[in-house]
């Protein structure tokens, strides 16, 4: 199968250079499955440009308007703390169940791309994180924003951003390093221009006009959904009919028997299915099977407990240290503006020939991420602004190369068809951290808290 994917890309004159001298496991066994899925269901393999820079930008866009989504509510802290009397660990728990729910959604989201395809289910994610910013803009206590913001924006989001992630990975086979640091530009993008758009819509209509015209701009998502074409005209709908190549999506047969059966029957085919369910939707197979997938797992999960602490706590932190909201918006820009510039430099980076071997890509994503979390160790001593500007000059660049590489180091790790899959169990085990995170970042300054703890 390698050598008939590769005599394959050896038509095109421009990917020869490419492939000379690019012998490792890694790329060879994503062309073989990427090609396998390329040939039963469109007739070609995947086109690496084409089509497929629509697909690139539009998932842009969407990572934009998801991932980088919950940074902007940090703008509205204090304006939710004075309208429900709450503390900063009650108003944490909003961006925390949202971010929480964005990556517990996998299993849900990989249901509804096997039966509906992508290019739906981001147009159904769409809707409901509109609709969840909408319902939100008329909460009466912090429980209706832990459901509209949290609970259903939360949902809608990852119904928008793993689709897209997966779609690019097999539009682009030979640029999958470049597509998929390009594509994290998103993520810089939502994070140099939200939180100035939330600031400019905080001072115009409050957080609820805010919370209104922020719904309608997600809403994007679903024009960005509708661009997500499938591969090929075999495919009529369903973005990633992976079926053929997992034999654990096949359970027709298994439903159709058990109409036939009692109830009985039924319990015992439904409690027999659970485990080829877990392996089909969350790749629990994959921890037992794969070791390097189960210490990515782990190592990105505990990451994430304080990764995204900084771009909740930062704008709040600043103005509580006396610096006005608007320098502490500016901070939160700066911190995008640096993912612009770093990312795009590293996705080129990463398209030359020696970064192609997998063990370039791990020892380049654990620098990066051991300077970002030294960076936020050193973040609480610092209290100006200019002592703060360099903290998120040293944090931005070093979560620019930890955001860049996240997910090509788990394409090189699992098999693209298990992708998906793998994509939900690892979206699980982070929700679980970045749920607790945040609030446990805002116990420590919430001042109820510390009356408390004086008096003891």
Request: aromatic fraction near 8%; glycine fraction near 10%.
């Amino acid at each position: 199968m390698v050598s008939e994917q590769r005599q394959e890309h050896s038509c095109n004159p421009e990917d020869q250079d490419d492939q000379k001298g690019d012998s490792s496991s890694f790329h060879e066994g994503l062309q073989c499955h990427t090609g396998l899925v390329g040939e039963q269901h469109s007739g070609h393999l995947a086109p690496d440009g084409g089509w497929g820079w629509a697909v690139l930008t539009a998932t842009i866009l969407v990572l934009a308007l998801t991932l980088a989504f919950p940074s902007c509510i940090g703008i509205f802290y204090t304006d939710l703390q004075k309208e429900f009397q709450a503390s900063n660990s009650e108003t944490s728990w909003v961006p925390a169940i949202m971010t929480a729910v964005l990556h517990a959604g996998g299993p849900v989201c990989s249901i509804l791309v096997e039966s509906f395809g992508c290019r739906a289910t981001i147009m159904v994610g769409g809707i409901l994180s509109g609709l969840g910013m909408v319902v939100s803009s008329f909460a009466q206590t912090m429980a209706d924003l832990y459901i509209a913001t949290g609970v259903i924006t939360g949902l809608g989001f990852c119904l928008c951003f793993q689709p897209s992630v997966t779609m690019v990975g097999y539009y682009f086979v030979r640029r999958r390093a470049f597509a998929s640091a390009l594509s994290s530009t998103g993520t810089a993008l939502g994070l140099s221009i939200l939180p100035l758009l939330a600031n400019f819509l905080l001072g115009q209509f409050g957080w609820r006009g805010s919370f209104l015209v922020l719904g309608g701009v997600v809403l994007n998502c679903c024009v960005c959904g509708a661009i997500m074409r499938p591969l090929g005209t075999k495919m009529k709908g369903k973005a990633m009919p992976i079926e053929s190549v997992n034999p654990l999506l096949k359970t027709s047969d298994l439903l159709a028997q058990r109409e036939h059966k009692g109830l009985k029957g039924r319990l015992q085919n439904t409690l027999s299915n659970v485990v080829p369910f877990l392996c089909r939707h969350m790749a629990v197979d994959l921890i037992r099977t794969e070791p390097r997938f189960l210490a990515y797992a782990l190592g990105v999960s505990w990451m994430m407990l304080g990764f995204l602490v900084p771009l909740i706590y930062l704008v709040p932190y600043a103005t509580a240290h006396g610096i006005d909201q608007e320098h502490a918006a500016l901070l939160m820009a700066v911190l995008g503006l640096v993912n612009v510039t770093v990312r795009p430099t590293a996705a080129l980076l990463f398209r030359l020939k020696r970064f192609r071997g997998s063990h370039h890509f791990v020892y380049v994503f654990a620098c990066a991420l051991l300077v970002n979390g030294l960076s936020n160790c050193l973040c609480a001593a610092v209290t100006s602004f200019h002592a703060l500007l360099a903290y998120v000059l040293v944090f931005a660049a070093s979560m620019s190369i930890v955001g860049s590489l996240l997910y090509t180091v788990l394409m090189e790790t699992v098999e693209m068809s298990r992708f998906q899959s793998a994509l939900g169990l690892i979206s699980i085990m982070e929700s679980i951290m970045l749920l607790l995170g945040p609030p446990l970042a805002g116990t420590d300054r919430d001042p109820r808290i510390v009356r408390i703890s004086g008096r003891q």
